[in-house]
């Protein structure tokens, strides 16, 4: 079955990677309002940043438990030295066939023009396989997901202001949107740096930070 914003709900087991992010949390509602089996939730923790990004984990997950008034959901948390995509993307693969998941949602979204991209202050390196598949997203889906069937990405023909129209349509603007952090310098929970390209792409997007 398909929502009405065109988010494909596939049967069996269904895994989400979820990092507190703007793209992920509205996909954790998305997927919490219409999946009636347990969700699988991965969170990746590294560990310099680990004190940071897990309580958004938890509080974006809580207020999405609240919003749906579904909770069966388990949580798995990985705590590793340092992430880069490769290594959360082969611990993914390698979940998928431990919890026996029918498909893997990942929050990749699209990268803003390149128009927009040119004018942020910090220019980020497109040669980075995370950066280069988001930039690419529409066109490339075989970087290193390759033809795995298991992996599905709704947001990729997404930038973010489609996103912020989802958060708008499902009336996540104020409640949910405010908890979940994009920026990847901050040294609090509680804070956007407003300056790096991640926190200039989200007001790109929704028009405010927080
Ligand atoms: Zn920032």
Request: proline share 4%; hydrophobic share 35%; glycine share 4%.
């Amino acid at each position: 079955m398909k929502t009405s914003h065109g988010i494909e709900i596939h049967p069996g087991q269904l895994g989400l990677s979820f990092s507190g992010g703007a793209d992920s949390a509205v996909l954790l509602y998305i997927l919490l309002s219409t999946v009636t089996d347990t969700l699988h939730l991965y969170s990746f923790y590294a560990e310099k940043k680990a004190h940071i990004a897990e309580p958004i984990t938890d509080r974006v997950l809580k207020k999405c438990i609240e919003l749906t008034s579904n909770s069966n959901v388990v949580h798995h948390k990985e705590y590793i030295k340092e992430q880069t995509p490769m290594l959360v993307h082969t611990l993914l693969q390698s979940y998928i066939k431990r919890d026996s998941l029918s498909k893997m949602y990942n929050g990749i979204s699209k990268f803003p023009p390149d128009t927009v991209i040119d004018q942020f202050k910090e220019q980020i390196k497109f040669d980075d396989p995370y950066v280069y598949q988001r930039r690419k997203a529409s066109a490339v889906y075989d970087l290193y997901f390759g033809e795995n069937l298991s992996f599905y990405r709704p947001l990729a023909n997404m930038d973010k202001k489609d996103v912020a129209d989802l958060y708008r349509q499902l009336d996540l603007e104020s409640n949910l949107f405010p908890l979940t952090r994009s920026c990847e310098t901050v040294s609090s929970p509680d804070q956007h740096c407003g300056q790096c390209f991640w926190c200039e792409e989200r007001h790109w997007g929704f028009g405010h930070l927080e």
